[in-house]
């Protein structure tokens, strides 16, 4: 597995060195359906490192907590092998209690930082990020309580997720943002418009989550897919049957470039996210292992001009219907 950098230094100077393609761990335990046995998510886990995958994705909120506690207990052996990111900024209470808002203040964050060390079983948080901008908090107090936390030794490196352009610059002239994670895809390009000249410009490293389109860009759902009760994409209006049966349009298209390279149209999302820019890095998630192998495939792939043109094609032929988010969520998108 090929490494990238999150942050313009080299690993050592501030920058943050991680495999190409990272892991997503949230679908484990966390928001699609019930959660994994929890022998066969740390095994899941493991596989991964064994795959080469150094890159591990969390946040406090995921459960709450329970998630956290996976990823610690699994990566535990290999420790030293590996880079975790987990998140703060949720007024997290209880585990399995669904948060009460938002809360960035300075001795939340520090509240946060704690209750994540001692969940994963770490001395220091290598990525620690502001999980959602809470607008009631001026971001250089956050950038400021996180500089301190890396002064600490508690926290290697700053990130935000889902923070706009004047978010991300007031931040880094505080404490320099090494990652953005924000959702990014074939079916969802939005960050293409400013947030990633942006990134360019700082030399902030870019997390795409749901590189997959949250399932849809696998190819293995269509407009008559039923998702589990607990399924958030029962409450995304991109999800709507009628959307879904709109959008499978451009995963047709991807499905005929994916043959003439014998891959699936999953590895050819992500190969197409892995060459938009140097220092990106997706973090898919997955239950399964095959999944996990297919995905890491998509490292090895390399697209042709000829390819680039035939998505470039797709995207501005196929509008894709529906909004990302219900009312709720779109809420906490404070950019």
């Not at 501005?316 to 998108?333: C, E, T």
Request: aromatic share 8%; net charge negative; hydrophobic share 45%.
């Amino acid at each position: 597995m090929q490494k990238r950098i999150l942050g313009s230094s080299k690993e050592g100077m501030g920058g943050l060195e991680v495999s190409a393609i990272g892991f997503g761990c949230m679908g484990m335990s966390f928001g699609y359906a019930q959660a994994m046995d929890e022998g066969e998510a740390i095994a899941l886990i493991r596989a991964a490192v064994e795959r080469g995958v150094t890159f591990f994705d969390t946040a406090e909120v995921y459960g709450p907590f329970t998630n956290e506690m996976l990823v610690g207990k699994a990566l535990a052996p290999v420790r030293d092998e590996v880079k975790i990111a987990t998140k703060f900024g949720f007024a997290c209470t209880q585990q399995g209690v669904p948060p009460a808002g938002l809360n960035s203040q300075p001795a939340h964050i520090r509240a946060a930082c704690e209750g994540s060390l001692k969940r994963l079983g770490v001395e220091c948080i290598d990525l620690f990020y502001q999980h959602r901008v809470d607008p009631e908090v001026p971001i250089e107090d956050v950038a400021g309580t996180v500089k301190d936390l890396i002064a600490e030794g508690k926290v290697k490196h700053f990130g935000l997720s889902e923070a706009g352009v004047d978010i991300i610059r007031r931040a880094h002239a505080v404490q320099p943002v090494a990652a953005l994670q924000s959702e990014y895809s074939l079916f969802w390009r939005e960050p293409e418009e400013e947030i990633l000249p942006l990134l360019a410009e700082l030399g902030i490293g870019f997390v795409p989550f749901s590189p997959l389109g949250k399932g849809f860009l696998t190819g293995t759902i269509n407009a008559d897919t039923e998702f589990g009760a607990t399924d958030f994409r029962n409450s995304v209006p991109r999800f709507t049957p009628e959307n879904r049966a709109a959008n499978l349009a451009l995963v047709t298209r991807l499905g005929d470039i994916a043959k003439a390279h014998h891959a699936t149209p999953a590895q050819i999302a992500l190969a197409w996210l892995l060459a938009q820019h140097p220092w990106i890095s997706p973090i898919p998630g997955t239950t399964k292992l095959h999944r996990l192998e297919e995905n890491l495939g998509a490292a090895k792939l390399t697209l042709g001009a000829e390819d680039f043109a035939a998505i470039g094609a797709a995207l501005a032929a196929i509008p894709l219907v529906g909004d990302r988010y219900g009312a709720s969520h779109q809420k906490m998108i404070n950019r």
